[in-house]
């Protein structure tokens, strides 16, 4: 499983709560994944997506999260808690490359996304 750091979200307003973040991304390398594809490669266990917490240099992983009257979602979790991890980040770029599709990481990511796993 591949592990891969987000440090950016997009959301559809900016006091948006977790279930209306629509993509994760990485300031470095200019690019976003949709939740919808994200909670199906963490649900599938092909990804497994972290931040890292800015005082302790911990990763943070990503679960996804469901509740009545939503759609799964993602949320970072920290020993066994839901956190605002994500809601803390900053907003990805909206010219950043969207990754919609693929069936492995090399055909998903770019080289330099790609966890050293």
Known sequence: MNELEVNCVQRVRPDADHHEITHLGHLGFGCMVPVELAVVQVMSRVNRFYTVDPQT???IFIEVRREAGHCPYLQAQFHG???QHLLAL???RPSFRIIRAGVT???RYPKRFRSRT
């Open 105 to 107: 990481s090399e055909t």
């Open 57 to 59: 240099q911990t990763r």
């Open 81 to 83: 808690e839901w956190t």
């Open 90 to 92: 900053p907003e990805c």
